[in-house]
């Protein structure tokens, strides 16, 4: 595995090279490789930013602030938040015998988009996110399906392919979207999620005001940013503007409700959806689904 990485690292501890370490890069995500190949004790490692860490093979016993000391061994996961220095112990290093563990720092658009699809698929709220997180008790977690995708997203990183960074933009999705479904999801928000959670609350916010008119401002000061910080990030978070992912939404809405409501006039749907115009409602309809929703509403009923 170690061959994938280009620029390697040596560490030292007493004059004796204890550890290898070694970065890959993609536009969307950092990955991180350590190879320890000597015993070693109290080797201290601090990140600037959280990273979800995972063990492949050997053993560590880990000290970190607030939690004491802990094993970790290959296929758990460790999320590890910015800045908490970390003293590891590796009991069993050697050279035909390394110990070896993965860290990657993905992007933070990324992470927001992730968060987003899986508060649209779930029932999920904020209400964890108001509890201090206990990283005694969540830090450390096993899950195969974890283990599986970082595997999948290694192999990608060494793939030669065209579109490379594409497949390791939805492999690193898919990581964020697992770790979300797993125990860690309180974790990785407290730790990631800062402004991509705030995002997924505006996407929320957005879907329960439909049939309000909702502008910019509102949102901004819904998020506690201004305008044009918020009209940045949501559109780096979405690949969309806030106006046109309103619209996307409203028209979502409307298909839903002219299967399930066939006794309602599309009048009545677009007043429900904060139109005072229905043409213009149904030019907007037209404009994303390219039916008019009568034509939309014969289509079900055929």
Not at 28 to 57: C, G, Q, R, S, W
Request: proline share 3%; charged share 25%; hydrophobic share 40%.
């Amino acid at each position: 595995m170690d061959q994938l990485f280009r620029q390697q690292i040596e560490t030292q501890q007493r004059g004796v090279m204890v550890e290898r370490k070694a970065m890959l890069s993609a536009s969307n995500i950092e990955l991180h490789f350590y190879e320890t190949i000597a015993k070693a004790e109290a080797v201290k490692l601090t990140f600037d930013h959280p990273v979800i860490a995972v063990m492949l093979k050997g053993k560590k016993i880990v000290e970190m602030e607030d939690t004491g000391r802990f094993g970790y061994d290959p296929g758990e996961s460790l999320i590890v938040p910015a800045e908490k220095t970390m003293s590891i112990d590796f009991p069993e290093a050697t050279p035909d015998n390394p110990t070896q563990c993965l860290a990657f720092m993905p992007d933070e658009c990324i992470v927001g988009e992730a968060v987003h699809d899986f508060y649209q698929k779930t029932n999920a709220t904020d209400v964890d996110m108001q509890y201090e997180v206990d990283f005694s008790t969540e830090l450390l977690f096993r899950d195969q399906a974890i283990l599986k995708s970082v595997e999948h997203l290694v192999f990608l990183f060494g793939e030669r392919n065209e579109h490379s960074d594409l497949f390791i933009h939805m492999a690193t999705k898919e990581l964020v979207i697992r770790l979300l479904q797993s125990k860690a999801r309180k974790l990785f928000l407290h730790s990631f999620q800062k402004e991509a959670n705030r995002m997924a609350h505006i996407a929320r916010y957005i879907k329960k005001n439909l049939g309000r008119s909702i502008s910019i401002k509102q949102l901004a000061e819904e998020a506690h940013m201004s305008k044009s910080n918020f009209f940045v990030l949501f559109k780096n978070t979405f690949g969309i503007t806030p106006n046109e992912y309103i619209i996307q939404e409203k028209i979502k809405e409307a298909k839903r409700l002219i299967r399930l409501s066939p006794h309602q006039s599309i009048s009545q749907i677009a007043y429900q959806l904060g139109y005072s115009d229905s043409s213009y409602f149904a030019k907007q309809f037209k404009g994303i689904t390219g039916l008019s929703p009568r034509q939309f509403e014969r289509q079900i009923k055929s």
